[in-house]
Each structure stands twice: as structure tokens, then as C-alpha cells.
Nanobody, 118 residues
Framework: QVQLVESGGGLVHAGGSLRLSCAAPASIVNLYRMGWYRQAPGQQREFVAT????????NYARSVKGRFTISKDSAKNMVYLQMDNLTSEDTAVYSCTAQSLTSTTNYWGQGTQVTVSP
């Protein structure tokens, strides 16, 4: 059973920053496309960012580009999402995901709540 464990969520004022962390097995971090999705209350889950293994390639949703940065530390088996200049529209449960590049296998973490107050 693959476990992805998120941490770092919390309450922050608009304009503030948070860094989310995702701990995953080494085999996952190094071989899977790691990413973040979010789901706001009453909304569908939406893509936030991904990072492709073995490359510096990152992708971002238009709504977060320039404010969020995804990165990973392979030595620590960690993936991060640095979120700056947060707005109330960023309030959501953020989930870490690992997408296989060779199959349809997808793993998800339990999520961490991010709340941005006006």
C-alpha cells in the first residue's frame, strides 16, 4: 500500500504564504509524476501543479502560475508546494498525487486543509 502523507496546511491571511509537504516512498518520488490537486467546498477537484521525474519540467494551473512553486527533494523523498500571495480563492483541501508514466496507476494522499482569510 503506497502512502502519500501531506502536511503544512493551515490558516493564513490573504497575501501570506504556506509550504505544503508530501512524503512518499523513494520509488514513487523518483519514478512517478508528482503533483498537487485541490478541492474547494462544493467544487470539483482541480489540478494545481505537477513535476516530472528526471526532468526539471513543471506544470501549473493558470490560476496559480507565478504564485506557487512545486519542487522535490529526492534525497528526502519529499515533494513541496510553496504557495505565495495567497487569496481566499486558494482555500481548499490540497492533495498530493503520484501518477505513473507507464500505466493508469494513481496514488493520492488524504489531503491537507488550506484556509485563506480575507
Amino acid at each position: 500500500q503506497v502512502q502519500l502523507v501531506e502536511s503544512g496546511g493551515g490558516l493564513v491571511h490573504a497575501g501570506g504564504s504556506l509550504r505544503l509537504s508530501c512524503a512518499a516512498p523513494a520509488s514513487i518520488v523518483n519514478l512517478y509524476r508528482m503533483g498537487w490537486y485541490r478541492q474547494a467546498p462544493g467544487q470539483q477537484r482541480e489540478f494545481v501543479a505537477t513535476i516530472t521525474p528526471g526532468t526539471p519540467v513543471t506544470n501549473y494551473a493558470r490560476s496559480v502560475k507565478g504564485r506557487f512553486t512545486i519542487s522535490k527533494d529526492s534525497a528526502k523523498n519529499m515533494v513541496y508546494l510553496q504557495m505565495d500571495n495567497l487569496t481566499s480563492e486558494d482555500t481548499a483541501v490540497y492533495s498530493c498525487t503520484a501518477q505513473s508514466l507507464t500505466s493508469t496507476t494513481n496514488y493520492w494522499g488524504q489531503g491537507t486543509q488550506v484556509t485563506v482569510s480575507p
